[in-house]
């Protein structure tokens, strides 16, 4: 699989390295160069038919280095579609080769800050980048719609100066910010068709993320291959049906182990707020163990951990946070960072998971 051309930041960095008075004017020839290429490239295009996933933002909403808050960004055929946007996830996008000006639309799967708040971002480089004939779609459940216009009163003023800077043309104001586009929440056992679009189809199911509600994953199928995105959620027998035979599930799962060791170390500190927040999040997400046997319950051909909480900065903590993920679900399974790329080309049964 070939994979999209480098982003225009990493040259910027690289001539920041290499800039020396001797070599000026080479290495400005070398910019205009690789700019030029950057700005031709065709990432999407680059890519075999099928359906292909990148994971925009591996994470939680703790810091780390290697993992952003929750994102994914899903090609299918030539549309590209982004689920949920947390922070930092917009440039990521950029750093391995995506720009945020060919994103589609995006779905969010519930309302948590660390799922939505790089959206106005996302926005803003689509919209000031791109050229597009309407505002960006955003799609989700019931109350999409307050965010989507929290969002637009929040960016209005800045709109504005960006169209008064460069114009219409760069900055129309009939494509500026967001439109939200609302489904009624799925009951338990549904799978609406949320979007559509030749042979694109993405459905929506009910997931368990109380008092988060509503909060749903979703299934995206293209050119015979499918994929289902968990959002956050407990370990949850709707989401194993909705998922049943696809591809790749990319499900979150939470630690308890490893935050139970944080609990106890808040406790120890005296820390109560932080002791209460730890002990509050083991009830509403899945532990590693249970989202591996969603994935056998399913039938996946393979799993993905996204939205890894705690961080992870040690190697020996990712073996911890794996254990007995193997003995649950016998078929491939990837702990993802920020770039790790999927590819499931049409036509085949092939699954090809890269790790930066």
Request: proline share 7%; aromatic share 6%.
């Amino acid at each position: 699989m070939q994979r999209p051309t480098r982003s225009i930041v990493i040259v910027f960095l690289l001539l920041a390295v290499l800039a020396l008075p001797a070599c000026t004017r080479q290495i400005l020839g070398l910019m205009e160069r690789r700019v030029t290429a950057t700005l031709q490239a065709d990432p999407v295009g680059d890519l075999p038919d099928g359906l292909h996933v990148m994971v925009c933002g591996a994470g939680g909403p703790l810091p780390s280095e290697t993992r952003s808050s929750a994102c994914l960004m899903v090609v299918a055929g030539r549309t590209v579609m982004i689920f949920d946007v947390g922070a930092g996830s917009s440039r990521n996008l950029t750093l391995h080769g995506f720009a945020p000006a060919l994103v589609e639309r995006v779905f969010l799967t519930h309302f948590h800050s660390d799922h939505l708040d790089g959206l106005g971002e996302l926005a803003t480089l689509r919209w000031a980048a791109g050229d597009w004939s309407a505002p960006l779609d955003v799609h989700g459940p019931t109350g999409v719609g307050e965010i989507v216009d929290g969002f637009n009163t929040v960016y209005r003023q800045d709109q504005v100066y960006r169209t008064a800077h460069h114009g219409e043309r760069v900055a129309p104001t009939a494509t500026k910010g967001l439109r939200a586009r609302p489904f009624s929440p799925p009951r338990e056992g549904e799978t609406p068709v949320v979007f559509k679009q030749d042979d694109v189809r993405v459905t929506a199911f009910l997931v368990q993320h109380a008092p988060a509600e509503p909060a749903v994953g979703y299934r995206v199928e293209y050119g015979g291959r499918s994929i289902a995105i968990s959002g956050d959620t407990a370990k949850s027998t709707n989401l194993e049906a909705a998922a049943q035979g696809v591809d790749v599930l990319f499900h979150e799962a939470l630690s308890k182990r490893l935050v139970g060791v944080m609990n106890t170390a808040a406790t120890n500190a005296d820390d109560e707020i932080m002791a209460k927040v730890t002990a509050d999040i083991l009830d509403y997400h899945a532990s590693p163990v249970e989202a591996a046997e969603s994935a056998a319950a399913a039938g996946a051909g393979a799993l993905v951990f996204y939205h890894v909480v705690p961080p992870l900065p040690l190697a020996p903590l990712e073996r911890i946070y794996l254990d007995g993920t193997g003995d649950a679900f016998d078929g491939p399974i990837e702990l993802s960072v920020d770039g790790t790329f999927v590819s499931l080309p049409s036509g085949s049964d092939e699954i090809d998971i890269e790790s930066p």
